[in-house]
């Protein structure tokens, strides 16, 4: 029994320090508050690694694709499937919000004005920068994979140079890679201490006013988490598929849970898909573009908004408002970035795109900060599964030459 544990053993290390952080920041928060910096600088670290983890592994991958036809099927299947996977989690989200209102009861002083930017999506700084500079930040991932895909073409198109490049590249993510395995080693301590702060950080009275939308979420969340997560693994790869997520899904949904950010988990959703089984060549190349485009929590957590705020101003849930809720929860799933406190552009959109006082903004901020944690459960997690997906769907067939060979030793053997 223990032998069989044993793979699982570095994900309930994780487990359990996020539970001890947690109890710690409800039942200790003057001392949680002080070991902040500690979770901050585990944060920073995976931070640090992004941007030449996301270069290095989207060039590296292009690089080495003869097939750009193949390469055009994966981002068509990317887009699909985060569309799809924004939709489905927002409509279930409504749809229970309506039966099991969740602002019922709650009065909100809405007197509060908050100076707020335009709701507008800037497409253009979203997919490009203005300077090479810029590709160094991580708030500017989305460029970075606009031109790490551009440069792996021009890699697997440049002859001998190009082979001699490529062959650096898989050298230099290799070692990218032992680097995050390095840094993972501290992760239960700086996952717990990060906790830690972020519970110590909740005003207990804003839990109770918002009791019901937070325990509605959560409810939705876990079932979505294992229901979701078993419905997209079997169109993946049937039965198999889904018992190796599940093998795996622990520690990437730890860092999650943890970390509050779907970037700073990035590395580690890296690692877990490899682990996973999925071809290496489909997770460095789906996987950070579904980061940044496959956002069902947040499109989840969008739509929930949308309800609450609709119920607390008294306003009627049309099926007009259903079908914009759909579209806003699309969108905000594509605009809000993966790094903590990147949701606050999804308020302002939602705000201003739905008519609303701009008073109302603040609410949203509560409602989105104590449902982080689990939003972006669902953002890390079901990009394993949105990979799965694009592996069947796109990817290369795999022959498993693992099942064959040890036939034929048995074969020499007798």
Same mark, same amino acid.
């Given at each position: 029994m223990w032998t069989r544990l044993e793979p699982y053993k570095s994900s309930f290390v994780l487990l359990f320090a996020l539970i001890v952080g947690g109890l710690l920041g409800i039942y200790a928060p003057t001392y !949680?508050?002080? @070991?902040?910096?500690v979770g901050q600088i585990f944060l920073n670290l995976l931070f640090m690694i992004i941007v030449p983890l996301v270069g290095v592994s989207v060039m590296s991958s292009i690089a080495g694709m003869t097939d750009l036809k193949r390469l055009g099927r994966i981002m068509v299947v990317i887009f699909i499937v985060s569309i799809a996977m924004a939709l489905i989690p927002a409509a279930g989200i409504v749809l229970l919000a309506l039966w099991y209102n969740p602002a019922?009861?709650?009065?909100? /002083?809405l007197s509060h004005s908050v100076k707020g930017g335009s709701g507008e999506m800037d497409f253009v700084s979203m997919v490009t920068t203005s300077d090479f500079v810029g590709l160094f930040s991580k708030s500017n991932i989305l460029a970075l994979i606009v031109i790490a895909i551009i440069a792996g073409v021009a890699i697997g198109q440049s002859a001998d140079a190009g082979r001699r490049i490529a062959a650096l590249l898989q050298d230099a993510?290799?070692?990218?890679?032992?680097?995050?395995?390095?840094?993972?080693q501290v992760a239960p301590v700086g996952l717990g201490c990060y906790f830690a702060a972020t519970m110590a950080s909740q005003d207990a009275a804003l839990l109770m006013t918002f009791a019901r939308a937070i325990g509605l979420f959560m409810a939705a969340t876990l079932i979505y988490y294992v229901l979701g997560s078993i419905f997209y693994s079997w169109i993946g790869g049937g039965i198999s598929a889904v018992k190796a997520f599940w093998r795996h899904a622990i520690e990437?949904? !730890?860092t999650a849970l943890g970390t509050c950010s779907s970037l700073g988990t990035l590395p580690v959703t890296l690692? !877990?898909?490899?682990?996973?089984?999925?071809?290496?060549?489909?997770? /460095?190349?789906?996987i950070p573009l579904l980061v940044n485009l496959n956002k069902g929590g947040v499109a989840m957590i969008a739509a929930l908004k949308i309800v609450f705020i609709y119920s607390v101003l008294g306003l009627p849930f049309t099926s007009e408002t259903f079908f @914009? !809720?759909?579209l806003i929860a699309v969108l905000s799933a594509i605009i809000v970035g993966g790094v903590p406190g990147g949701a606050f552009l999804g308020e302002i959109f939602i705000v201003t795109t739905l008519g609303l006082p701009m008073e109302a903004i603040p609410l949203l901020v509560v409602l989105g900060t104590i449902t982080d944690a689990p939003a972006t459960l669902i953002n890390v997690i079901h990009d394993l599964n949105a990979a799965q997906i694009v592996e069947r769907f796109a990817g290369k067939k795999r022959t498993e030459p693992q099942a064959s060979a040890p036939l034929a030793a048995d074969g020499i053997a007798g």
């Open positions: !949680a508050i002080k @070991l902040q910096p019922q009861g709650v009065t909100i /002083d993510n290799t070692v990218i890679m032992k680097i995050v395995s390095i840094i993972m990437p949904s !730890a690692r !877990a898909g490899k682990a996973m089984g999925i071809n290496p060549e489909i997770v /460095d190349v789906s @914009l !809720a759909m």
